[in-house]
T-cell receptor
Framework: DQQVKQNSPSLSVQEGRISILNCDYTNSMFDYFLWYKKYPAEGPTFLISISSIKDKNEDGRFTVFLNKSAKHLSLHIVPSQPGDSAVYFCAAADFGNEKLTFGTGTRLTIIP | DAGITQSPRYKITETGRQVTLMCHQTWSHSYMFWYRQDLGHGLRLIYYSAAADITDKGEVPDGYVVSRSKTENFPLTLESATRSQTSVYFC?????????????FGPGTRLTVL
């Protein structure tokens, strides 16, 4: 049972436009959400996170939005750059639990 | 070098053989994790460890064994490799074990079981 879902395996966006990556979750105990970015032949690296007490968190070109009632979060990248081409994993945790639950990933390709 | 390293980076083995994947971190992080990445499944937790000599199962532990005699090392052993264990394996560490703590990942080991 996939508790964290990324329904789009891939996404292509023109350079300079907005990239929107989506993530849905089913476990209402999750109260902290993270996005990791992964380049080929490298391990994932932390990108941005959001607590369930917020509905938005911003870090430079990256913004994560959380809609708790819909159990949905999204990552916005504005403007998209070629270096943003990577696989993006959504992850979720409940406070006090050591484990992260990851989604299946979305491959983002930025077209120059 | 500081950070988290994995060895080997690539490994080909045969069904039934024992394989050990190594993970080493220099931060003295308490927690360490092993994940496998498979198409359509994302990253799935195999085992994790809260400290030396403390380990616990994750989502997909069957067929794997871990040990942690030293804080900095967390080897993963496939006692009798099967084709279904062909995957990319990532080790990660975090300072404390809360899900809110950033996990730092190694570069991965690509394992092929023939």
């Amino acid at each position: 049972d996939q508790q964290v879902k990324q329904n789009s395996p891939s996404l292509s966006v023109q350079e300079g436009r907005i990239s929107i990556l989506n993530c849905d979750y089913t476990n209402s105990m999750f109260d902290y959400f993270l996005w990791y970015k992964k380049y080929p032949a490298e391990g994932p690296t932390f990108l941005i996170s959001i607590s369930s007490i917020k509905d938005k968190n911003e870090d430079g070109r990256f913004t994560v939005f959380l809609n708790k009632s819909a159990k949905h979060l999204s990552l916005h990248i504005v403007p998209s750059q070629p270096g943003d081409s990577a696989v993006y994993f959504c992850a979720a945790a409940d406070f006090g639990n050591e484990k992260l639950t990851f989604g299946t990933g979305t491959r983002l390709t930025i077209i120059p | 070098d500081a950070g988290i390293t994995q060895s080997p980076r690539y490994k080909i083995t045969e069904t039934g053989r024992q394989v050990t994947l190594m993970c080493h971190q220099t931060w003295s992080h308490s927690y360490m994790f092993w994940y496998r990445q498979d198409l359509g499944h994302g990253l799935r937790l195999i085992y994790y460890s809260a400290a030396a000599d403390i380990t616990d199962k994750g989502e997909v532990p069957d067929g794997y064994v871990v040990s942690r005699s030293k804080t900095e090392n967390f080897p993963l052993t496939l006692e009798s490799a099967t084709r279904s264990q062909t995957s990319v394996y990532f080790c990660a560490s975090s300072e404390a074990g809360r899900g809110t703590d950033t996990q730092y990942f190694g570069p991965g080991t690509r394992l092929t079981v023939l």
